[in-house]
């Protein structure tokens, strides 16, 4: 697949711009772990507030499918109203380029929604988390066989650190524990392949378009997808109150555009493989919000597997090389 091989570079990357690359990746886990929070937030209503709480529950009547669309929909028009004023050129694209934006907003952003409740609905979240942070390991192989990533003792070993520390986190490995089924599996795995389609499109795209041009023309596509998938009413139906508006909004910007577009950002100075363990920190940081928003307990088997994930990241950006990436564009 010549289409996604990336032009190899004798010089390096330098190390500021190294670590802007995982700062990015960091903030990137950390919004998308606020999106995940604040979501709770909205779904939980006042007479079903556990012990602990911290924060008045907003008890929204909104399907968390419909949440994806509304999302997609608001965030497209905000950062088109943005770019409109600020990046103009950013709004247009040529024809022979369309096809593309269309597979990575359908596959690397909705579908990545989709198949994340869908999995969700068929086990529990630990188990659709865990199975959509198998995505590394896809990356890893793919980024290796077909990119022409150096393969070092680092990346398995990150890799390895950051999958088994999001089971611990998500007790996997104890506590709630896994719900298995035939169909949730195979959901769960389509689920990390989308992410994973996300990283490593974002890394083909990354010398072809701004972050800005890819996130846009993505979040127009994912929000047909859900026009189509859904209906025009389930999606605009989530506007209909002004506090589920402004919720909507909110993670539109905080769960979306910010996270999508630093991760993104982010893959102009790492490669895929290294971004996507950085990655795996959302779950780490959603426990530890968890923890001071809603009182939830935080095990001595979860902060093992949050050390184990941060590890992962400096095993990870230890290596020595790392082939640079094609400039950003502004």
Not at 56 to 75: I, K
Not at 216 to 232: E, R
Not at 237 to 244: E, K, L, M, N
Request: glycine share 10%; net charge positive; with cysteine.
């Amino acid at each position: 697949m010549p289409v996604l091989r990336r032009a190899s570079r004798t010089r390096t990357v330098s190390s500021r711009n190294r670590s802007k690359g995982y700062a990015l990746a960091v903030l990137a886990a950390a919004c998308w772990a606020t999106g995940g929070l604040t979501a709770k937030w909205m779904f939980t209503s006042s007479g079903s507030v556990p012990p602990g709480w911290r924060v008045q529950p907003l008890g929204l009547p909104v399907d968390p499918s419909a949440l994806s669309g509304g999302r997609a929909l608001s965030a497209a028009l905000l950062l088109g109203a943005y770019l409109l004023v600020t990046r103009r050129s950013e709004l247009k694209a040529r024809p022979n380029e369309l096809p593309f934006l269309a597979v990575f907003g359908v596959v690397g952003l909705a579908a990545v929604h989709y198949s994340y409740f869908k999995t969700i609905s068929l086990t529990n979240v630990a188990t659709a988390i865990l199975l959509e942070y198998l995505a590394p390991i896809i990356v890893l192989i793919v980024s290796v066989l077909l990119l022409g990533e150096r393969l070092t003792w680092t990346l398995p070993a990150g890799v390895s650190l950051s999958v088994t520390g999001c089971a611990l986190v998500v007790g996997a490995l104890g506590g709630g524990g896994l719900e298995v089924s035939r169909a949730g599996i195979v959901w769960g795995l389509l689920s990390a392949a989308f992410f994973a389609s996300y990283s490593l499109m974002g890394t083909y795209a990354a010398g072809r378009f701004s972050p800005w041009k890819l996130l846009f023309w993505g979040l127009g596509f994912a929000s047909v997808f859900w026009l189509v998938i859904l209906g025009p009413d389930a999606v605009l139906g989530v506007f209909r109150t002004p506090a589920s508006a402004l919720a909507v909004v909110y993670v539109a910007v905080m769960s979306t555009i910010v996270p999508f577009g630093a991760f993104l950002q982010a893959l102009h100075y790492i490669e895929p493989t290294r971004a996507t363990v950085t990655a795996t920190l959302e779950p780490v940081l959603a426990g530890l919000g968890a923890f001071i928003l809603f009182g939830e307990a935080l095990t001595i088997t979860q902060l093992l597997g949050g050390a184990m994930v941060i590890l992962a990241i400096f095993v990870v950006q230890s290596s020595g090389e790392i082939p640079e990436s094609l400039p950003p564009q502004d």
